[in-house]
């Protein structure tokens, strides 16, 4: 069977990252292991100069009919003085909520040659691995009315509405349990129900949810105290479940105990086979185009999307073992570099993984 792939690079090292990527799977392919094939399209800031929207009619015909899309990022400062609708990240938001894309996976998971790039001591990351679950279509990113108004004094306000309905909270946390029963049962939900409502009502259907698995060991905490655990304590967390802009937030801070957010995968997926697969990081603008940025975090958004959309777990295995062997072999992009260990660039490092997968 052939897969259909959309692949969207989109802005800034989006290109450089996912053509590293796609050399995996073209090991694959060439070894007879797996059939692909591959369709790119534009997303972002590119669609906007290539055909006048961030998320053009033509990709969006390709997205309803492939089988999974790889994504790279993003945005560029070049595009922030675009009409909201017209900005590349209008774009990402769109193709989310166009193939209904709510539960978004982020493991971050501490590769042992990597402890000593962690933030926090190799002591306290040996062993990190937990999956933040975030809800992906939903609350402020997406929650009407929005806008920037000016009031009767002149004044203009910014607003935006941060909302949940009872049924996408219990969709999410019905991943974040089952994401739980299939990992160490042990699930901390994240809120803010102290002061919002939306939060408060986040917080009781997860209970509600929760009483359907018995066996997870079910936890609320508020987002500040979660930010500051997860830097103070990573490993008391094993599945955390939130909403889209504390996940957002959370994912980020937990890419640096792994080394850098050049490591941290994602997918997006909806209740069908077909997901989306990007790094967590955007188009970093400030290294763009100079050969130096980390393609690991795309590179196992492709095992991701092995796994969990062409169901080839074993496939996935081999690429998160050849990240590994490369790792262990002592060779780094700048972000993650330590002393004592070999500064390579972007292709080197997808070349490198290439050959690990070969070898
Ligand atoms: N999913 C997406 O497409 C996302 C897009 N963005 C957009 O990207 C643009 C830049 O946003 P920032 O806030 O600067 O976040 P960013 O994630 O692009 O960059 C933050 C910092 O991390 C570094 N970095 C990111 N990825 C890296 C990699 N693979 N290797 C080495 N270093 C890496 C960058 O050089 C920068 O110093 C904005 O337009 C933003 O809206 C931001 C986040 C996600
Ligand atoms: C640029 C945003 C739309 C997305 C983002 O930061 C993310 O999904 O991590
Ligand atoms: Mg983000």
């Not at 492939?66 to 790279?72: E, R, S, T, V």
């Not at 999956?131 to 939903?138: P, Q």
């Not at 995968?265 to 086979?273: D, E, G, R, V, Y």
């Amino acid at each position: 069977m052939t897969h259909k792939i959309l692949v969207l690079p989109g802005d800034g090292i989006g290109p450089e990252i996912v053509a590293e990527a796609v050399k995996v799977l073209n090991v694959f392919t060439a070894e007879g292991n797996l059939s692909v094939a591959l369709e790119y399209a534009n997303i972002g800031g590119i669609a906007y100069d290539k055909e006048g929207q961030p998320y053009p009619d033509s990709t969006r015909a390709l997205a309803q009919k492939a089988d999974a899309i790889l994504l790279g990022a993003v945005g560029g400062p070049q595009y922030d003085t675009l009409d909201r609708p017209l900005r590349p990240e209008r774009g990402l938001l769109a193709i989310r909520a166009d193939l209904g894309l709510f539960a978004n996976l982020r493991p971050a998971i501490l590769y042992e040659e990597l402890a000593s790039a962690s933030t926090l001591k190799p002591e306290v990351v040996a062993g990190l691995d937990i999956m933040i679950v975030r809800e992906l279509t939903g609350g402020i990113y997406f929650g009407q009315p929005r806008g920037i108004r000016v009031l009767e004094n002149g004044e203009r306000q910014g607003f935006n509405s941060a909302t949940y309905t009872e049924s996408e909270i219990e969709r999410i946390a019905r991943v974040g349990f089952e994401t739980a029963m299939k990992r160490n049962k042990r699930l901390c939900s994240v809120d803010k129900a102290n002061v919002l409502e939306v939060c408060e009502l986040w917080r009781e259907i997860v209970e509600k949810v929760g009483k359907e698995y018995p066996e997870v060991e079910l936890s609320h905490m508020y987002v500040d105290n979660a930010a500051m655990q997860l830097v103070r304590a990573p490993k008391q967390f094993d599945v955390i479940v939130t909403s889209n802009l504390f996940g957002d937030v959370l994912s980020d801070a937990a890419a640096m105990l792994t080394g850098s957010i050049g490591m941290l995968p994602s997918a997006s997926l909806n209740s069908s086979a077909c997901g989306l697969y990007e790094p967590i990081h955007g188009s970093a603008p400030d290294i763009a185009g100079q050969g130096i940025a980390n393609p690991l975090a795309t590179i196992l958004s492709v095992a991701m999307l092995l796994r969990y959309s062409l169901n080839r777990p074993e496939l996935a295995e081999r690429v998160e073992a050849a990240v590994e062997k490369v790792l262990a072999s002592g060779v780094r992009t700048g972000d993650i570099y330590t002393e004592g260990c070999r500064k390579i660039g972007t292709v080197a490092m997808g070349d490198a993984v290439v050959a690990a997968l070969q070898g």
